[in-house]
């Protein structure tokens, strides 16, 4: 362990903890103004990062080239589609069922390095695919409850981070950071405001106030993932993902006055096994851009 080891972990929380409480900031907002004005606000409030992520020889016009240009449009897509989603699940269900099915996005990683990436996958890791699942008809117990747009949403947000992983492990080594950088921001911002005017509202000042919240905090915590990043392997920093729940439960009962029934945590702790499990068959397996991109990826 080297000196800055400690210093990249603790970051490493630090950068999850503001992940955290960004969405808890979305979810203040009670869906009083559309999940595309949140994510157009919220995309535009990154800009302000862009001279921290910037390299030396890297411009900033560098957001808008990309050695490949269907990587690119597939992580703007993907971030568009991500960001819609997680808001209108953060919107519509409870911070830990939220993030217990965003937590899925390890499982999906593996199943789309088996159609992309055409990697072998033993029988372990398919055990943790089939784990997954079984926590995901735990927390939703299909028939027993009422589903709704949340779900979908958050499912949508697990698979569009899958899809980004998966596209960095096969391009990202090749892509400058302010490129893959500005893909994350100009899809949700463009996607964002087009599909926000049709319903379009000017924020009032406490709106504002959690717009801002959502926005600068998931900037700050980008940084703060590129800081742990420089310290420690991008494997040591995934884990700390998990940490979420934690907060999720915490700001779900203190906030938002959620309450988390048995039968629910047992879900959330079948789906967090599962992504733990991932994680370990691929931290010994170490597939193509694993030390880009782990299964438990930054949002």
Not at 111 to 118: A, D, H, N, R
Not at 219 to 228: K, P, Q, R, T
Not at 238 to 256: D, E, H, K, N
Request: charged share 15%.
């Amino acid at each position: 362990m080297t000196r800055s080891t400690p210093q990249g972990i603790l970051l490493a929380f630090l950068a999850y903890s503001a992940y955290a409480i960004s969405d808890a900031s979305v979810k203040m907002l009670h869906g009083s103004l559309s999940a595309y004005e949140a994510v157009f606000f919220g995309a535009l409030s990154g800009v302000v990062a862009l001279p921290l992520v910037r390299r030396r020889g890297e411009r900033l016009s560098d957001v808008f080239r990309a050695r490949n240009r269907a990587m690119w449009f597939v992580r703007a897509g993907a971030a568009l589609t991500g960001s819609v989603g997680s808001v209108t699940a953060f919107t519509h269900l409870s911070m830990a069922e939220a993030f217990s099915l965003l937590f899925l996005m390890p499982t999906f990683v593996t199943i789309l390095s088996v159609i992309f990436l055409k990697e072998p996958v033993g029988w372990r890791r398919w055990g943790a695919v089939l784990l997954g699942f079984a926590g995901v008809l735990i927390v939703l117990r299909p028939g027993f409850r009422e589903l709704n747009i949340g779900h979908l949403g958050a499912v949508v947000g697990g698979l569009s981070g899958a899809l980004t992983v998966v596209t960095l492990r096969r391009f990202g080594q090749s892509e400058t950071r302010m490129s893959l950088y500005g893909a994350s921001l100009i899809g949700p911002t463009i996607g964002g405001g087009l599909l926000m005017l049709p319903d379009f509202i000017w924020p009032n000042p406490m709106q504002w106030v959690w717009l801002l919240g959502y926005g600068l905090l998931m900037a700050l915590a980008n940084i703060l993932v590129m800081l742990a990043s420089a310290r420690i392997p991008a494997s040591l920093v995934a884990p700390a993902q998990y940490s979420q729940m934690l907060w999720a439960i915490a700001l779900g009962y203190l906030v938002f006055g959620d309450g988390l029934d048995a039968v629910m945590a047992l879900g959330v702790a079948v789906i967090i096994l599962s992504g733990i499990l991932t994680f370990m068959r691929e931290k010994v397996r170490k597939p193509r851009g694993w030390r880009r991109a782990p299964p438990a990826h930054p949002q």
